[in-house]
């Protein structure tokens, strides 16, 4: 049997730190607790951690991960998973991409506030050379300082309370299904209802488009009883589309998420969107992907809006202007700071081709050769971007052209599925 050795990050600066080694400090680096040892691995594997001043007790979040010889929790836990095999894999292979979206952005941004709250205690129970290390870190100088005297760390949100329907066959009904209207040919160009569309008809449901402008939004949800999907910065309830009406059910559902989880649950013998065992790594990737595309808003939010009816287009501009500060013209990047911007941009789309490049191996989208729900969200900012700009527009071509070609090539594998129901694109309805 062989035996491994696991280095812990903290471990290392400790050495690098540390220029005197009494006999104490050493053997408290090398700290073997069988708790840490993955009992399912046909290995035995010595990690080594910072002792804590608390005997027989763990602390540090990285090494319950750690197993090997190579840095990274998570390369570690996939280099495991190839070299063994035969044994559980921590990675089901084709959700590899989806796993290191959530350790790598949504899960680190998500428990940002919790280190206010548990380095300070970390600190007390360390021995004094890595608690000066830890307290004099790069992100906080004074880790004593921070811990916080009230707690109010998550607010629960409730974003099952209308996905909880039970399981059961339903006989279809056509759908309807609310989006936003434009100028543009077909109507259709907001990402948000386009993850519903490419989803009704992934699935094959029948529905038909009713057509809401932005002032009606909330009026008409309240009308029809669907519930708001999130706050206003004043706190206020904020009302949002895509949301559908399944007349099979009596069901109203808005959130674009919800809604597939919806279809999912009550359609089972259609294609599945959301692969239950992906379900809180694509809600993860969803949150993952608003921040990677970051710096595409100034760029696209302004021509969105000129591409609007009268009435969306007042509220539009005012409401974005009111968010952003500045007119939807002021935002607009401009000049040297525009190339340089563009520039941010490809590199932040760069992160999800990374995401994807995990498992180009299997097949073209994000779980190989079928698509998904990630497939979707991307494939919807990528057909908004090319309905406002236009095919031929150099952002587009740019756009297709980066990264080998993949978003070009994603739109074209889903083109199917975007097709938009022309049997309803004359009805508006109005609150
Ligand atoms: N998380 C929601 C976001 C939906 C959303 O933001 N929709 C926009 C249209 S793209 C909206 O309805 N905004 C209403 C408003 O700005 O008042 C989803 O995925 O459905």
Not at 57 to 86: C, G, Q, V
Not at 155 to 170: A, F, G, P
Not at 206 to 215: D, F, G, I
Not at 307 to 318: D, G, T, V, W
Request: aromatic content about 12%.
């Amino acid at each position: 049997m062989k035996a491994c050795i696991a280095y812990d990050r903290q471990v290392d600066s400790t050495l690098v730190h540390s220029n005197n080694h009494n006999p104490r400090q050493s053997a408290f680096l090398i700290f073997v607790s069988s708790a840490l040892t993955p009992s399912f691995k046909p290995m035995t594997i010595i990690p080594y951690d910072i002792p804590p001043s608390l005997p027989g007790h763990t602390w540090s979040p990285n090494t319950f991960k750690t197993s090997i010889y190579i840095a990274d929790s998570f390369t570690i836990a996939e280099h495991l998973d190839k070299t063994y095999p035969d044994t559980p894999p921590i990675f089901p292979r084709n959700a590899v991409g989806l796993h290191r979206v959530f350790t790598q952005a949504t899960f680190a941004q998500n428990i940002e506030l919790l280190w206010d709250f548990i380095l300070p205690p970390s600190c007390l129970m360390l021995n004094p050379p890595a608690a000066s290390i830890l307290s004099n870190s790069g992100f906080h100088s004074e880790v004593s300082s921070l811990l916080p005297t009230s707690c109010h760390l998550l607010d629960e949100v409730d974003i099952h309370s209308e996905s909880s329907v039970e399981t059961q066959v339903v006989h279809y009904m056509t759908i309807i299904f609310y989006d936003i209207p434009s100028t543009l040919s077909g109507n259709a160009w907001s990402p948000n209802t386009f993850k519903t569309r490419y989803t009704l008809n992934f699935k094959g449901i029948p529905y038909t488009t009713e057509w809401v402008e932005y002032p009606d939004i909330e009026p008409v949800c309240k009308k029809l009883g669907i519930k708001p999907t999130t706050k206003n910065p004043d706190g206020s309830d904020s009302y949002t589309l895509p949301a559908i009406h399944d007349p099979s059910t009596g069901v109203y559902i808005a959130d674009s998420i919800l809604i597939a989880e919806y279809l999912d649950k009550t359609y089972p013998d259609t294609p599945t969107v959301l692969p239950r065992s992906t379900l809180a790594l694509h809600h993860a990737f969803d949150e993952a992907l608003d921040a990677a595309l970051d710096p595409l808003w100034e760029f696209i939010l302004p021509d969105t809006c000129l591409a609007l009816n009268p009435r969306s287009l007042e509220y539009f501009s005012r409401t974005r202007e009111q968010a952003f500060g500045k007119s939807l013209e002021d935002l607009r990047p401009k000049g040297d700071y525009a190339t340089k911007r563009w520039g941010e941009l490809q590199a932040s789309i760069g992160k999800v081709d990374t995401w994807y490049s995990k498992t180009d191996d299997l097949g073209p989208f994000f779980m190989g050769n079928e698509a998904s729900w990630g497939d979707i969200v991307v494939a919807s900012y990528l057909i908004w971007l090319r309905i406002v700009w236009g095919q031929d527009s150099q952002q587009w071509k740019d756009i297709a052209g980066w990264h080998v070609g993949r978003w070009a090539r994603l739109l074209q594998d889903l083109e199917k599925y975007a097709i938009i129901d022309a049997g309803a694109i004359q009805k508006h309805i109005s609150g």
